[in-house]
């Protein structure tokens, strides 16, 4: 078979380093492709990244309703943190005099944190921004702050981040087209900030940000100036931000293909089970969202025939689990019935079970794109998800 077929080895490393042991410190392996779809393994020093990969997002230093090793049972490799909301509390210094984010959360596997630059844009207070960077006021008690590239990278560092995300400006969707371009520029010029801050940290990894909105020939023109910067791995980034979904795949059925190859590629924010399979199919291999945890605060859960709302009275007598295929522990060990009352009663259990199953099946959904791209039958394992996802919640006899 030839490297990069479905079923084959395809074993291609990118972004190698090796310490003076001789030892990987961060590599990507590209095992198997099917179409854009492809498969591969992430290492790092704290351990491998099975790609397709989702992230769940522990915004400040907990993926909310969860214990981490509740989170790694359900099968995540890697979690994701905020650069906005740790620098606010507890503070970047703190987390590194009490040993960094993974011994602060207790987490051992790796984290990505963000650089930031979303939540100044979405969550910050007065932003002005500037060449240097921008100065905002915190959404928590409206303390005054800058961040600039060099600042983002010294807060990741101090986090200690196994994957840092280059500081950029992400401008919401709709917006006109020369706001997009000066505000890709920017980035651009701040990416290039961000690889001379980050210097060399042996055993992580930076990457960089794709912007650019919905523009093709500016998304081309990102792109170049990242290659040329050179990161480990790209993200796709100014998406998800308004755009709806259709535009978002049109975007996508290219713009992974601009960046390259050999590294790893992920796109930020993302999202709803069928926004993850599309943007696999088009070649993605890394994405985050805090849906799934959000949804299960809200009584909301995931499964293959699509959104259930454990809010709604027909729940309130039924025997069955959410979802009788499923092996979390809210579908093993509890009815719908059970699950409906709690929410309704506002019991912590109702949050905690809700996020468990979400977060076990959108690990279920990767793992069953992983073996379908590595045997070379992704389109048949999509059309089968859209399949069963038509066919809606199925009501109680």
Not at 32 to 53: E, F, K, N, Q, Y
Not at 142 to 147: D, I, K, Q, Y
Not at 325 to 350: D, N, Q
Request: aromatic share 6%; net charge positive.
């Amino acid at each position: 078979m030839q490297p990069g077929k479905p079923g084959g080895p395809g074993l291609r490393i990118a972004g190698a380093r090796r310490n003076r042991r001789g030892m990987t410190r961060f590599a990507f392996s590209l095992n198997a492709t099917d179409g854009a779809a492809r498969t591969g393994v992430i290492r790092t020093p704290r351990g491998d990244i099975r790609t397709p990969a989702f992230m769940p997002v522990g915004t400040a230093a907990t993926v909310k309703a969860m214990l981490p090793e509740s989170v790694a049972a359900t099968g995540a490799d890697i979690l994701l943190g905020n650069t906005y909301h740790l620098m606010l509390r507890p503070g970047a210094e703190r987390v590194a005099r009490l040993g960094g984010l993974h011994r602060f959360m207790n987490w051992d596997k790796p984290i990505l944190t963000d650089s930031g630059g979303f939540q100044v844009m979405s969550l910050a207070e007065l932003r002005k921004l500037t060449e240097t960077g921008v100065t905002f006021r915190s959404h928590v008690d409206g303390s005054r702050h800058e961040l600039t590239p060099e600042r983002s990278m010294e807060i990741q560092r101090l986090l200690g981040s196994d994957i840092v995300m280059a500081f950029d400006e992400c401008p919401a969707l709709p917006a006109d087209r020369g706001r997009i371009a000066d505000s890709m520029r920017l980035s651009m010029r701040w990416a290039q900030r961000s690889r001379d801050a980050f210097g060399d940290r042996p055993g992580h990894a930076l990457f960089g940000i794709m912007q650019g909105g919905l523009e093709r020939d500016l998304r081309e023109e990102s792109a170049e100036a990242l290659r040329t910067i050179g990161f480990d791995g790209y993200a796709i980034g100014g998406l998800a931000v308004g755009e709806g979904q259709a535009a978002m795949f049109d975007c996508l059925d290219y713009a992974p293909g601009l960046l390259p190859a050999e590294r790893p590629r992920y796109l930020m924010g993302v999202g709803k089970p069928d926004d993850i399979v599309g943007a696999v199919k088009r070649g993605v291999d890394m994405m985050d969202c805090v849906l799934p945890s959000r949804s299960g605060r809200t009584g909301q859960a995931w499964t293959g025939r699509g959104q259930v709302n454990l809010k709604n009275a027909r729940h309130a007598e039924d025997p069955r689990p959410l979802d009788e295929a499923c092996t979390c522990p809210a579908c093993r060990g509890y009815s719908r019935a059970y699950l409906h009352h709690v929410f309704r009663a506002g019991e912590m259990i109702s949050g905690m079970l809700l996020t468990w199953h979400n977060l076990h099946y959108y690990q279920q959904l990767m793992a069953g794109m992983r073996a379908a791209i590595a045997e070379g039958r992704f389109a048949d394992w999509e059309a089968e998800f859209h399949a069963r996802r038509a066919e809606g919640d199925i009501e109680p006899r």
